[in-house]
Each structure stands twice: as structure tokens, then as C-alpha cells.
């Protein structure tokens, strides 16, 4: 017969045993390591939850890609509310948005239609007009999509009318007769300016953050549509009163209309200089930064940056152009680097707000503050800074800080694209789809947002110099290939200099 004593031992080692045993049979599918057991010194296999997260999702790491659809879609929407860092200075409807794709999203869980699911949530992304926000292209779907061009391309003038500024030869706008500067009267049977809003734009590159990269976006995507598509084009041609009317088809292009209304800049590898710099015609010194980055060719920009600085002051030029169109931005850093240069003393770069999961919300991070402080060689002379809807990330804070000094004037058809924030956000979803989002907020040393649009989808960096856009400069432009900005600085240098 046991004693009391034994019997105690006897129940203590049933319960360590199945402890052990419970433990042993969760780490065959959830990873462990090794641990002792108290009072019992039994070492054995304890799970992590490592495996367990990514069998269930972790909310923190945005890993919702074995969740259902409809629940990893809302999982989404939480967690772009809470982390988003422009909801107030947008006034975005975050339940609105929910409420506006969530039955697509539903319906296309019900269907098992994949593709379906897939645009709903770019859909919803696309709804927020922010360029730091993105989702991995399915190219299949966006071939089905806009795989095809009607051969021909349209651009808004400033007085409102929309006008074809290329031709594609051979494609069906070409065999129709349809001659560069038309102007577009109506497309499907809509006036044009109502056919424009009605384009969904969910096959951009991103989001458009202003109004200037909304009509572009509109405008490329018109006239697009999948291979062989019908469409009923209503125009008058130059000069002319008469109304035209033309059918057409889309055929293959290879997205060709999507980009060569405005150049984007130039493509960096590593094997290319991220920016070049000479001096022109008249003793002006001319800078075009493509990016904020070191490549294999120029693995300290910032050196190079000050030689060509020291070999235009050397040459005593009239004036320094910075070619900042296209420049994808990069590394604040380099920015802050550059800018030194024309500046005497310090100017305040920025500080971030940026979501802070330890601390519970936004928080300033006080380590990303930036301040530009003077740089030698000085030059005071003009500055002429080049922009468009293409100068984007930290090209426009660029190009927005040197704007501060007396000397230096914007010059362009438009301003920049309005996104400029911290990124770091990060969303798996069902099917591999990749979200990206930014988590932070840049400030001005008064803590306003910099860069960033509000809800006006207005470019808070515009031209102080901004050239028209009309006939005639489309045809300077598309038709005899002059760089109007360009040659628009040259002049103004050249007048500050007598």
C-alpha cells in the first residue's frame, strides 16, 4: 500500500508526463526548442509560435495569406486604418471604402473567381490617393485588362480640350484618318470630359495623389482597353469645324501608350551614373539628378556632386540647372547633401511621425530628423530647378527646400506628384499578393505634413515659372522635340544675369 508521500510522487509524474506529452505532440507541427520542465529537471521540445503564425497569420507582420478572403480583406482595412499615417490630412472614409469593396470581395469568394477578388482589393487601394501605396501587378489580368491601344494618344490643354498628340502609323486611328492635334469631342458616345472620369485608373503604376497625375492617368488609360476591343471615336480635325466619326479596334502595343505622353526619366541600374552634370551653351551649369542613390558607376554621389559643383564654380558659370523630371528620389540623405551646397545656413529638412507598434500608435522618431547644413563649395548664383508630376519622393523635398532661398526659381508644366512619406507597411494576402504602404509622416519644422496632398489632390510644390500647355507647345514639344522647360530656365538665367 502507498503512502501518502508515494501517492503525491505518483500523481506529480502523471501530470509532468502528460505535460511532456502534450508538449511533444504540439511540436510536431509547431516548431520548438528545447526547455526543462520544473521541479522534474526532464528536458523536452516546447513549441514557438513561429509556424503557428504562419499558419494563422500574424496581424503585426500584416501575414494574412492563409486567412479566408473576406476575412483577410477586412484584416487589411484594419490595419491600413491604424496605421496609415494621412487619414485625417486626406479625410478618408476608411468605413466607406469597406463598405464600397467588401461585397465585391465577398461575391468573389463565393465565385472562387480569383481575378475578381484581386481587382476589388486593388480597387479599394486605388481609392486612396497616395503613390506610396502599391500591390504587386498580375500582368495577366491587366492584359486582359488594357493589353490593348487604339493607336493613338490624347493630352488636356489648359483651356480644357483634350487633343491627339501622337499616332500610331498602322494602327486603326492611323488608317482612319485621324491626325495629330484633333481634338476629341466624344468617345463611346459620351462627351469627353465624361468619358475621362468614368476610366478606372486601377492599372496604373499607383494611385494618383493629385489632379494633374489623375487627368495624365485618365488620358493614357482611355485609350486603351483589351485586344480587340470596339470603340466609336467623335472628333474635328485641325482647323476645321466638322465632326468625324471613326471606329476602332485595339491591337497589341506592349503598353506603349502608357508612358510616352510626358518622359519618366531616365531607367538606373547600377552600371549608370544617378545623375550627370556638364556645362551648356552660354557657361550654364546643368545637373540632372535621375535618383538619390549610389550605383557600381558612382559609389559616392555625393563626392561626385561636389566636384561638379566646385568645376562650375571654377568656370564661374552664369547659373546652375537642376533637372529634377523623372528623379524617382531615394536616399534623404543625398538630398539633404546636395542641397547643402546652396545654402549659407542651416535649413530644416524634416522630422517623422511614423506608427510605432511598442509605443501604441504615432510617435516622433527622433532620429530621423534632418537638417541641411552648408556645404562647400557655396554657390548663390541662380538656380533654376526643373519639376513635373514625375519628381517624386524625396526629389520633390528636394526641390521643395531649395525653394526657400531667394535665388532658386521652380520651373515646369506642372508640379510634383504629392506623395512623400516613410514607408515600411506591409500586407500578405490570399494568392501572394504584396501591399505596401507607407507608416509615417514627414513635417516641416512647424510640424505641418510636407509634400503630402490633402484631400484637394492639389501639388504642394508647383512651378514658380509654369509654361503653359496649348497647341503650340504641344507642337514645340511632340513635333519638333524641344525641351521647353529647358530652354524656358537658359532664358531665365540669362536674364538674371544682365
Not at 521541479?39 to 503564425?53: C, D, F, G, H, K
Not at 480583406?73 to 486626406?90: C, D, G, I, V
Not at 468619358?195 to 489632379?211: F, H, K, M, S, Y
Not at 503598353?255 to 519618366?264: A, G, N, Q, S, V
Amino acid at each position: 500500500m502507498n503512502t501518502p508521500k508515494q501517492n503525491r510522487t505518483s500523481i506529480l509524474n502523471i501530470a509532468l508526463c502528460s505535460v511532456a506529452v502534450i508538449a511533444l505532440s504540439l511540436s510536431l507541427f509547431s516548431g520548438c526548442v528545447r526547455s526543462k520542465l520544473p521541479l522534474a529537471n526532464i528536458s523536452v521540445p516546447l513549441p514557438t509560435m513561429e509556424p503557428i503564425r504562419n499558419l494563422f497569420g500574424s496581424y503585426r507582420e500584416g501575414n494574412f495569406q492563409n486567412r479566408d478572403w473576406d476575412d483577410a480583406f477586412l484584416a487589411m482595412h484594419q490595419k491600413l486604418t491604424r496605421e496609415y499615417p494621412f487619414t485625417e490630412w486626406k479625410e478618408l472614409d476608411w468605413d466607406g471604402l469597406y463598405e464600397a469593396w467588401a461585397p465585391q470581395v465577398q461575391a468573389a469568394m463565393d465565385a472562387k473567381d480569383n481575378a475578381a477578388y484581386y481587382k476589388a482589393i486593388r480597387s479599394y487601394l486605388y481609392a486612396i490617393p497616395d503613390a506610396g501605396i502599391n500591390i504587386n501587378t498580375q500582368e495577366t489580368y491587366r492584359n486582359d485588362a488594357i493589353g490593348g491601344d487604339f493607336g493613338f494618344s490624347i493630352l488636356p490643354l489648359d483651356d480644357g480640350r483634350i487633343i491627339v498628340v501622337r499616332v500610331e502609323p498602322g494602327f486603326f486611328a492611323d488608317m482612319a484618318g485621324l491626325e495629330w492635334g484633333s481634338e476629341v469631342i466624344e468617345w463611346n458616345g459620351l462627351p469627353i470630359a465624361e468619358a475621362l472620369e468614368q476610366v478606372p485608373l486601377l492599372w496604373g503604376d499607383a494611385p494618383a495623389a493629385t489632379r494633374d497625375c489623375r487627368i495624365l492617368e485618365q488620358c493614357a488609360l482611355l485609350t486603351r482597353a483589351p485586344i480587340g476591343a470596339k470603340a466609336l471615336l467623335k472628333y474635328k480635325k485641325p482647323g476645321s469645324e466638322a465632326l468625324w466619326t471613326s471606329r476602332l479596334e485595339a491591337r497589341r502595343d506592349f503598353y506603349r501608350t502608357l508612358h510616352d505622353l510626358i518622359p519618366e526619366g531616365k531607367v538606373i541600374s547600377e552600371f549608370d551614373a544617378p545623375f550627370e552634370s556638364r556645362i551648356l551653351d552660354g557657361n550654364i551649369g546643368y545637373i540632372n539628378i535621375h535618383c538619390h542613390a549610389a550605383t557600381l558607376v558612382m559609389p559616392f554621389p555625393a563626392r561626385a556632386f561636389r566636384t561638379a559643383i566646385e568645376q562650375f564654380t571654377k568656370a564661374e558659370v552664369k547659373g546652375i540647372i537642376l533637372d529634377l523630371r523623372g528623379n524617382a528620389g531615394g536616399q534623404d540623405l543625398l538630398a539633404v547633401e546636395y542641397a547643402g551646397h546652396f545654402t549659407q545656413s542651416p535649413l530644416f529638412y524634416r522630422n517623422l511621425v511614423a506608427f510605432d507598434y511598442d509605443k501604441g500608435g504615432f510617435a516622433l522618431n527622433e532620429e530621423e530628423s534632418l537638417t541641411i547644413e552648408p556645404k562647400d563649395p557655396y554657390f548663390g548664383g541662380p538656380v533654376m530647378v526643373l519639376i513635373q508630376h514625375t519628381t517624386r519622393d524625396s526629389g520633390q523635398a528636394l526641390a521643395d527646400s531649395l525653394h526657400q532661398l531667394p535665388n532658386v526659381a521652380l520651373i515646369g508644366f506642372s508640379g510634383t506628384d504629392g506623395s512623400w512619406s516613410y514607408p515600411g507597411g506591409q500586407i500578405t494576402m490570399p494568392g501572394g499578393y504584396r501591399v505596401t504602404y507607407p507608416i509615417g509622416r514627414y513635417l516641416d519644422s512647424t510640424n505641418a505634413i510636407r509634400i503630402a496632398t490633402t484631400s484637394n489632390m492639389k501639388s504642394r510644390v508647383t512651378p514658380d515659372i509654369d509654361l503653359p500647355i496649348n497647341m503650340d507647345t504641344c507642337a514645340e514639344f511632340f513635333l519638333k522635340n524641344k525641351d521647353l522647360v529647358l530652354q524656358r530656365a537658359i532664358e531665365e538665367i540669362k536674364a538674371r544675369n544682365k
